[in-house]
């Protein structure tokens, strides 16, 4: 079964330094998404992205975070200047049309 | 907006017993979708199981299934004969029916279930 792949597993890097998460989504699927879990909390949103653009972000997506598709397969989220409060579990998803989002097994962030 | 509540941030359940974790939410749409996803150790994101609100009949999953009750805004999920297994933090999520551009899951607290011997 095709599955969303992300990569690195674990990152860790200091603060004010930028870092990109990458993900490779499930090949036929058209609306792809950025998540965010601190340790021990709610999985939150953070952006969608369909057809080659943003579709909704949250509040915590603001100028320190870009995403891109830069070939058609991969899926980028860029924090430009880490801070320690962004050490987290990210995951990306992808999905159809009112299916489910499938999810990558996620990218853990420690900025130190 | 959409709000997701799970009330019970911990359960546990004798291995071969029965569980319900309970999920209520809130929203004005008529079209929509409810999931549950398990999150084992390993923080892996797994489909357990989807109900489409214009159903009534609930979702099964072989041991998993829903009671979808759409006037009171419930969704629970049952377990039956718990396996060790089953042990992870259960989230219920809520997702707009999709009209042209990506539509997002809202996620509950979540639930952690410990399957016991």
């Known amino acids: 079964e095709p599955e969303v792949t992300q990569t690195p597993s674990h990152q860790v890097t200091q603060m004010g330094q930028e870092v990109i998460l990458r993900c490779v989504p499930i090949s036929n699927h058209l609306y792809f998404y950025w998540y965010r879990q601190i340790l021990g909390q709610k999985v939150e949103f953070l952006v969608s992205f369909y057809n080659n653009e943003i579709s909704e972000k949250s509040e915590i997506f603001d100028d320190q975070f870009s995403v891109e598709r830069p070939d058609g397969s991969n899926f980028t989220l860029k924090i430009r200047s880490t801070k320690l409060e962004d050490s987290a579990m990210y995951f990306c998803?992808?999905?159809?049309?009112?299916?489910?989002?499938?999810f990558g097994n996620g990218t853990r962030l420690t900025v130190t | 907006a959409q709000t997701v509540t799970q009330s019970q941030p911990e359960m546990s359940v004798q291995e071969a017993e029965t569980v319900t974790l309970s999920c209520t939410y809130d929203t004005s749409e008529s079209n929509y979708y409810l999931f549950w996803y398990k999150q084992p150790p390993s923080r892996q994101m797994i489909l357990v199981i989807r109900?489409?609100?214009?159903?009534?009949q609930n979702a099964t999953e072989n041991r998993f299934s829903v009671n979808f009750q759409k006037a009171a805004k419930s969704f629970s999920l049952k377990i039956s004969d718990s396996q060790l297994g089953d042990t992870a933090m259960y989230f219920c999520a809520f997702m707009i029916e999709n009209t042209g551009t990506a539509s997002k899951l809202t996620f509950g607290t979540g639930t952690r279930l410990q399957v016991t011997l």
């Open positions: 109900q489409e609100a214009y159903k009534q």
């Open positions: 998803a992808s999905g159809r049309d009112n299916s489910p989002l499938h």
